[in-house]
């Protein structure tokens, strides 16, 4: 038989299809190089870029913990009994400077070269620089520039002990500034002298070695200022807001990480590509794939199976320990508290006005807040602490091991802090509190769910107390929190048999001969306690959210009786409704406000809204929108308890109000206290140039009557003319003042 011959187009087709499949390959494998370069040098440009946000924010923080010691110090030292003694009126130098108490060792102790005193005259009276006693023009000469309104500040802010800071520029180098006012502290043994309080300075300068030394502690490399134009225009670098308007900058060498990588890894790519091109040739993609598909299967295995472990023991969106894992930690924390003798806190926390959050922006929105709070939480306790969601925006804090109660207040207090600091969140500005319950464990071997039902106790007291604080269980609380829930549950029976009362207060002219509006106010007479003041279920209705159908309720019947007076030919300018903040901020609250007009037939400038100065303390800019509909609709707007709050003038500029309600602990003494007389002169003086009218609340003797009429204040309202009464006698009242020659 011949040979067998090769087919030569076969031959050809098959070198074509390898040489083919080469190109091919190597085309990918070039693109996929190319590719992953580019990858690398964008993660390398990311790890700088982030490298540098990082460093920014520990610049921050430095600069923020530098400043909190700050004025740390200055409020122990100026809200003390014996330095308000010895340095508020006259300053006592032995006290001060020679027995250390103000004096070289602010400087030696705390490395703080500035120590002033300004008397209620502004006059710099006690100076100490650099640890020495310096005359009283001192610090003018050494700052180099005024701190008036620094001090003035202090002073507005010295009945809630607060201290105001802020950042000057001292001999070429920035310094931190705290300014607070001197107060008793609280010490009852310390008579409060009358007049302007004298205001204590702290200056911390921060020279170059300190800029250094400040870094380091947060890891930052040569922390500094500029050292030339071009060091200050180039990134990073933080803007230190002056005091005097103009930013001072510093200057940081950050690390690069990056560029690291890249000097390491790139030669390393390069030589792997090549090895890698040469032993694979044909079966690379075969091997990629395969091993691959190996590693998805395997890393999706491994994640299934955290997830199902994380789902059975964590909350799912803040990652922290959910219910089911919480009881078992708490079980396993009091049995070795029993085993070992040791104490065990445990702190129940729950969000102040976090509700609304939800109803007024989103659900979306609200969760990032949780998210947020569970990592400052985390950030604050211990290793071996626990932090807990219990649902909602509740969680729990269990610290095994301390026994002191003034630890766990000092760990409460810094929860407080953290959690009330603000929460930048898609473009939004928020603001909660919370409520802390705390019960601590002697030892004995305790119930899970009764030391969390006690630390529920004292937080619900916590809100009863105003919020925003932190109160510690006591027995007494079981009885209360009893008697608060029975109030609650009868409040609800109450709102859905209706079972209130709406009275009315007449608001005279100034001259008090007419009647030109009436206050509606809310009465609950309960079958078995009998009448119930709004100041005991109002408060449990605001915290329950009650407080809304309770407000839609007497919207609805003082539109039903001021239509009623209308249709009677009774004339009633117009009736006030107290509206609480939560009804304020509710997305729907203007639609209800005109569904109420429409429901009755009313003219909205009938209607007069009574809202309290605190409503503008949380979600200012959205209740400026809501305030600024109705007074579009057409709706009278007004201040309640005007001067009691914070009473901030820049406010009244913007807010579009009508009318400011002088609170009544100002008319109280106007006929014979001068501070108080001048007090509501001003306000009703200021009112008037605003275009606002004003009423003078608790309204009791002819001889206030005079003074506010002389005044010019515009209307009047108090036991005077008449007491709140039902709205058959109100009738009858109006009817009789307004119009005497008909009857009621």
Known sequence: MPPTSVDPGSLTTHQNYIRQSLLCMSGLLFGLFFVGGLALILVALQLNSTSREQTTFYVNKAIESRTLA????????AFWGDAYNNMHAAVNVDWAF???????????SFDYEGVFVINADDSNIYSVIDGELSNSDAMSNWLGQSVDSLVQQARALAADEEVVSAVIELDGHPALIAAAAFTTGGDPYVEELPGPASVLLLVDRLDRDELVAMGDSYGISNLRLPTSPADASSAPSFALDNYSGTPIALRWDPPQPGRTMLIWLLPI?????????????????????????????????????????????????????NRSLLEERLKQACIEAQQDGIH??????????????????????GDQVLVEV????????????????????????ILPGVSDQHAVSAIAERLLKDIADPYQIDTINLRVTASLGIVMSNGHLEQPLQLIQQADSAMYQAKQEGRNNAFWFTEGLLQQA??????????QKAIEDQSFELHYQPQMGSAGRQVVGAEALLRWTHPIRGSISPASFIPVAETTGQIIPLTLWVLDTACRHLRQLNDEGITLP??????????LLRANFVATIRAMLEKHGLQAGQLELEITESVLLNQADRALVTLQQLKEMGVKLAIDDFGVGFSSMNYLKVLPIDKIKIDRSFIRGIDHNQQDAAICQGIISMAHHLNLRVTAEGVETVGQRDLLTESLCDDLQGYLFAKPMNFTDFRSFVTRINDPTQTA
Do not use: W
Not at 71 to 76: I, N, Q, W
Not at 349 to 364: A, M, R
């Open 98 to 108: 020679n027995r250390n108490n103000l004096g070289g060792s602010m400087y030696e």
């Open 344 to 365: 065990l806190s445990v702190m129940l926390i729950d969000l102040d006005g976090f509700k609304p959050i939800n109803d007024n922006f989103s659900h979306h929105l």
């Open 574 to 583: 117009c009736v006030a409704v107290n509206i609480s903040s939560t009804h």
């Open 482 to 491: 009893s008697e608060t829930t029975s109030l609650r549950n009868d409040l």
């Open 374 to 397: 569970a990592r400052r939480m985390l950030a604050i306790v211990r290793p071996g602490d626990t932090v807990a969601r219990m649902g909602g925006d509740e969680f729990i804090v």
């Open 269 to 321: 790519l390069i030589f792997g590509f090549l090895v890698f091109v040469y032993i694979t040739r044909f079966n690379l993609r075969a091997t990629l794939a395969a091993a691959r598909k190996a590693d998805r299967s395997h890393n999706e295995s491994k994640r299934l199976q955290a997830e199902l472990v994380l789902r059975a023991n964590h909350d799912s969106l803040t990652g922290l320990p």
């Open 70 to 77: 700050l004025e740390s110090t200055a409020s122990d030292y």
